[in-house]
């Protein structure tokens, strides 16, 4: 536990990349296992311990503390575990003084097994017998409050240095592994390489804004275009008689579609787009959300919202890995492989034929179906590769005014909302920061709201009168009608009628858009 | 039996003992000051007779040129001055430092000045002195604020140094007192390498060195043109206001460190962009202003400066008579 304290401290001090590595390297060449597994996972987000509360935790200092003077402390420090972990009247003022606190991996695994009960007495002898700064990574990792700015993406390419192999072979085992990454700290230490899990999702390639690009540069030929289909982004995975579908964020999705799942009789990695379809009638994707929600699916839902796959990409096929290969080749064997499948429920995503970056604007401006987005451009040259990498896959968003931001702040509503959270706050990343970009009152439907009101209580971190402040994690589709510069907001930018589209429980919060996106979306100074 | 004020109270210019006629720490120029340190805050140039501690006279002259008063008296012995009689003791704080003892007839006051019961080898350390009326400072006067034991604070630097070998460290720390403090505590946890100072550090460095504390080799961090790597891995320590400046920028991919006992807040330490932020203070903390209230229960506690609001909440708390004296002209934040 000290030896994380200390990395913790290190890595929230230091905004750059390198440094954050070279402390992740040295922790790891330092600390045994399971500990550095633990602290990996707990500081990408990737270990959810979020059964200590900040009402327990104030509770436990008002029994110890004058309230007036924990006031005054809270007021000058502004984080409630900061504040708590400094003042604790019982705790070491520093570690020298503190008694060797217990292995990171044993208060983890006490926290996981405590029962509520149990919790509050539990909480207050460790913060009794921890020192300072340990106090304070104890209270962060307790409450699940670890941001110190270290993506998934971080923690595997460090890790991957740290192994001593390229990070695509860390990518690709990542997905079978599980916290504490026992096997993958083993093979550094020089052990057996661990075998991938069968049927495990692969590093799924993502694309970036084709706004950002000046397409004067890139020539049209060199490029396929096909549309971006408004589902969900799937891989679909069938390997030694084990069917699965999984989500690009990796999140098992097999059992809520039996009827598409049954279909993967293959031996492959198909990417495509999860879609509701009957015969070539796409359904919005309100209709698929509603058979997204559902762990269990009953046999007259799917006769009416059947699932199919859109398929974009081949990655294996029949024990070839194509995935090196430039997407002219892949698209070819993908071709044959889903006229081979001979499934109605798995189709190929049409090519665009365009000559001109214009031609392919009118195309994008007029989509033949209303469930299309955009248009994805991928470079025919490209290999397959792990996650957004510039220069090879493009999405070019049919409407740009709408971003995908991060729910922060809930309020009260009024009137016949008087009971539920229906004023929602979101904001879009600046750094490793969330800023507040707006607000939006309405775009959901009841239901929706009642799952957004849950979210909120469920996942209140901090309480201002009538405002809930939540955690970041979950991400709404906001559109709206307009962009203005502003003074009066942090963000410099004020949206006209921004409303909730969509909600986004498919998308990682880290991958809401940034503040630079919207600010780029903003019409050009006059004068 | 008139109450207290009578015989010590502040004024617009400073803390008034009209039995001798004299100031503490004044804030403007008067006819009498006695100075309790060198920091620019409490000692100021101006005065028409200045009464302080041998070294403080020597720091005050070094930094506003020896006519900075009228007239200068070393106090090194418990002297009348008109109705009261008045004696200088260590405070810990910094080179020189003094708490002062007034005795009046209406009672003893003790005026702390800045003072820490953490130990240097940098100035003789701080004693107890019982007090009818305590009149301390209180910038760190928060329970949040429990400083560390500054060895592990250093060990912190030290790793950092291993960690990474070929950046140079920068520490920020005041030129008098908190730079030969990080010194001296650099030499006890063993860095007999040398140490780079700034030039606004050296003098004052120099006037330690003379005063009998060893601070070892120092060298200029003065860089040649064209040649980084001479201070890769090396320690430097330099005042806070040449961070701004585009000195940092002639070190290799510095980490910046500061030392100071605001550093135990991390939005502190983010606010000045300090990587490496090292807990180690010259005033009392928390547990220490308490535990001198407590030990030296004086019928009444007087605070100048710094966060009072807390204090006086936890004299209330532990049946302490207190009261803020809201004075002003002591800067809250450098330290
Ligand atoms: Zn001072
Ligand atoms: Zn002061």
Redesign the pocket.
């Known amino acids: 536990m000290r030896r994380f304290a200390r990395l913790l401290e290190a890595l929230a001090f230091t905004p750059r990349r390198s440094v954050k590595q070279a402390q992740f390297l040295r922790y790891f060449a330092t600390t045994p296992d399971p500990d550095r597994g633990y602290a990996l996972a707990a500081l990408t987000g990737d270990l959810e311990l979020r059964q200590v509360t900040p009402s327990l935790l104030r509770t436990l200092i008002s029994e110890r503390m004058d309230p007036e003077l924990f006031a005054l402390s809270y007021d000058y420090v502004g984080d409630l575990a900061e504040t708590i972990a400094l003042a604790w009247p019982d705790g070491a003022p520093d570690t020298v003084r503190a008694p060797d606190p217990p292995p990171l991996s044993a208060l983890i695994t006490e926290l996981q097994r405590a029962g509520r009960a149990d919790l509050p007495a539990m909480v207050a002898g460790r913060l009794d017998a921890l020192g300072m700064s340990e106090r304070y990574a104890y209270l962060k990792l307790a409450t699940g409050g670890l941001r110190v700015g270290v993506s998934g993406r971080l923690a595997r390419v460090t890790l991957a240095e740290f192994i001593g192999v390229d990070v695509a072979e860390v990518e690709e085992l990542w997905h079978g592994m599980a916290p504490p990454y026992t096997a993958l700290f083993q093979w550094a230490d020089g052990g057996p390489r661990p075998e991938p899990a069968l049927a495990s999702l692969r590093p799924v390639m993502l694309a970036t804004g084709f706004d950002d690009l000046d397409p004067g540069t890139l020539d049209p030929a060199d490029f396929a275009a096909e549309w971006k289909w408004d589902g969900v982004r799937v891989q679909a995975v069938a390997e030694g008689g084990v069917q699965r579908l999984y989500t690009r964020t990796g999140q098992d999705i097999s059992a809520t579609f039996p009827d598409l799942l049954e279909r993967l009789v293959f031996d492959g990695v198909i990417d495509g787009e999860l879609l509701i379809r009957t015969g070539d009638r796409v359904a919005p994707f309100s209709e698929l959300q509603k058979r997204l929600n559902r762990k269990r699916v009953s046999g007259p839902m799917m006769a009416r919202l059947p699932a199919a796959l859109r398929a974009y990409d081949l990655l294996l096929w029949q024990g070839r890995d194509l995935r090196a290969e430039p997407f002219a080749t892949r698209r070819a064997a993908l071709e044959d492989a889903v006229r081979a499948l001979d499934d109605p429920r798995i189709d190929l995503s049409a090519l665009l034929s365009f000559d001109t970056w214009e031609a392919l604007a009118a195309l994008r401006a007029a989509p033949p179906d209303p469930v299309i987005e955009g248009v994805m451009i991928k470079r025919r040259a490209s290999p397959y590769l792990a996650g957004r990498v510039k220069g090879h896959w493009f999405k070019w968003k049919r409407d740009p005014m709408v971003v995908d931001a991060v729910l922060m702040y809930a309020q009260r509503g009024h009137g016949k909302r008087s009971g539920y959270y229906s004023d929602f706050t979101f904001g879009l990343w600046d750094g490793d920061a969330l800023v507040p970009v707006g607000k939006a009152y309405f775009g959901f439907t009841d239901a929706e709201l009642r799952d957004l009101d849950r979210f909120v209580r469920d996942h209140t971190t901090d309480r201002f009168g009538p405002v809930r402040a939540v955690a970041p994690q979950l991400v709404l589709e906001i559109a709206f009608e307009g962009l203005n510069r502003s003074t009066r907001h942090k963000s410099g930018v004020a949206m006209r009628f921004p409303r909730i589209a969509r909600i986004r429980t498919d998308k990682p919060a880290a991958e809401a858009d940034r503040l630079e996106h919207l600010r780029a979306l903003l019409p050009p100074e006059l004068g | 039996m008139p109450g207290f004020d009578a015989f010590l109270h502040p004024r617009p210019e400073g803390l008034y003992c009209p039995g001798g006629d004299f100031f503490v720490d004044p804030v403007r120029p008067v006819h009498r000051a006695l100075i309790t340190?060198g920091?620019a805050?409490?000692a100021r140039a101006g005065h028409m007779h200045v009464l302080a501690t041998r070294q403080t006279l020597d720091i005050m002259a070094m930094r506003y040129g020896a006519d900075f008063a009228d007239h200068t008296q070393v106090a090194d012995a418990p002297m009348r001055i008109g109705a009261a009689t008045v004696s200088f003791h260590p405070a810990g704080?910094?080179l020189g430092?003094a708490q002062i003892r007034i005795e009046t007839p209406g009672g003893v006051f003790v005026v702390t000045?800045?003072y820490t019961r953490t130990p240097s080898a940098a100035c003789a350390p701080w004693e107890p002195v019982p007090a009818d009326v305590l009149v301390t400072e209180a910038t760190f006067a928060l329970p949040v604020f429990r400083h560390p034991d500054p060895d592990p604070e250093i060990a912190r630097l030290l790793d950092s140094r291993r960690t990474f070998p070929d950046r140079a460290h920068l520490i920020g720390a005041y030129a008098l007192?908190k730079a030969q403090r990080v010194i001296t505590l650099l030499r006890a946890a063993g860095w007999d390498g040398p140490v780079y100072v700034h030039g606004a550090l050296r003098r004052l460095c120099d006037y330690h060195v003379d005063q009998g504390i060893d601070l070892g080799e120092l060298r200029a961090a003065t860089i040649e043109r064209g040649n980084k790597a001479q201070f890769s891995g090396a320690i430097v320590i330099a005042p806070p206001s040449a961070f701004a400046s585009p000195w940092v920028q002639r070190f290799p991919d510095p980490v910046i460190g500061f030392a100071s006992g605001w550093m135990q807040v991390r939005a502190r330490a983010r606010q000045r962009g300090v990587e490496l932020p090292l807990v180690i203070s010259?005033?009392v903390d928390w547990p220490q202003l308490t535990a001198t209230i407590a030990e030296l229960a004086p019928a009444e506690t007087w605070i100048t400066h710094g966060r009072e609001e807390a204090l006086l909440r936890w004299c209330t708390l532990n049946g302490h008579r207190a009261r803020a004296l809201n004075m002003v002209g002591y800067e809250d934040e450098p330290?």
């Open positions: 340190h920091h805050d409490h704080h910094v430092s000045g800045d007192g010259d005033h330290e």
